[in-house]
């Protein structure tokens, strides 16, 4: 038998993890934690359908902790086998899982130890993009670039017949895992699937497209504005990726010369994996690191690591931009930013990605008057715009894009990681085009060949 079960991102965004049951083994892919609405964390304790050390094999399609922050509560739990990802996806595991430990110490709600954060590292085998791996007998699985964030990847996991299936030829199960738009600055383009007998796919921005106006002229617009009014630019993102990806910009956009800060520990650190893995960025940014051994150029840019750098930002005089985590302003030292520059009628807030329902980015975005920061209600006066043209996910049509290789239709397509509506739209779509597409409920299991 060959069935799966969606234990996660399953008619919600958050919380990516499906369970494979191939014959009488099974193996993970992706164990991600849920975020955001409280009922949802609710479901970070649930059981695993079958315990935990009887899983062979774990494969994780990238580091975002929606796709990983479980994966040590797995392993406290039982789980030993090997975690198979790309080389970069371990580095920047390496920042997030420990980071998330000591959050949720913080908060007094720890799903798991540090230690256990450890041990699921240790259990982590580096594997490069197009090369098959073996994850068990039987089963072999092939990572290609998803161009979301560095070392990101779209599964091709292929099984070899058992004796009970109708037709004695090997089936492929693509997982899209988060797939970008192919206009990284930094990442190159994701690469597309030719074959699929079974699809599970991202729909996140499964009802959306994209504004088409350019994120550089949208940036180069706010910059100009803090500029002549002599104030600041606060951009909560993310600290992988995004804040790579803005300060990168920096460098080709002509802002005469505004100070520019990252303020962020973790972003600091991720700066450093980026600038070991020139492969993995695409043609044009991998050829300036190798010149240059340094990934971020821009002249007046200053990194952020220590709490005294950070405090000497408010100290300079503005026109200032200041990238900082989180990216949804649920923690980091982007809320002392957001603190100070909030009631400033001249200051901007650019929200640079996706914001989940209930955090304060959601709030901003949605225009709320004040914004309750460690205790005190923050009156919201400055402008507050969203950054439409980094989304690190595809729209529908991009997907579309995406898709339009396959040589024939999947026999039946999952539609994941979206919320209701976009769900919904996208499997319109594919009823429209003819496709078997499906819609998993929280914990439903499918079988998909006897
Ligand atoms: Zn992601």
Redesign the pocket.
Known sequence: MLAIDFLGAAGTVTGSKYSITYGDRHIMVDCGMFQGDPDLVERNREMWPYPARDYQALLLT?A?I??SGAIPKFVADGFDGPILCTEPTIELCELLLPDSAKIMRMEGNPLFSDENAQQALALMEGCRYYKQYEVMPGVGVTFFDAG??LG?AWLEVEFDPLPDWPEQRPVRVVFSG?LGRGHSPLLAAPDRPYQADFLILESTYGGHRHSRISAVDQLCEAVARVQRQRSNLVIPAFAVQRSQDLAYLFESMPVGNISLYVDSPMAARAIRVFERYPDYLNKKACQRLNETEQLLRYQHLRVCETSEQSRAILNKKPPRVIISASGMAEGGRVLHHLRHHLPDSRSMILLAGYQCEGTRGWQLQNGDAYLDIDGRSIPVRADVESLDGLS?HADYSEITEWLSELEEPPRATFMVHGDEESLQAQQERFSQWGWHAEVPQHRQRFQLLP
């Open positions: 990238h975002h929606d796709h979301h964030i990101s988060d690190g």
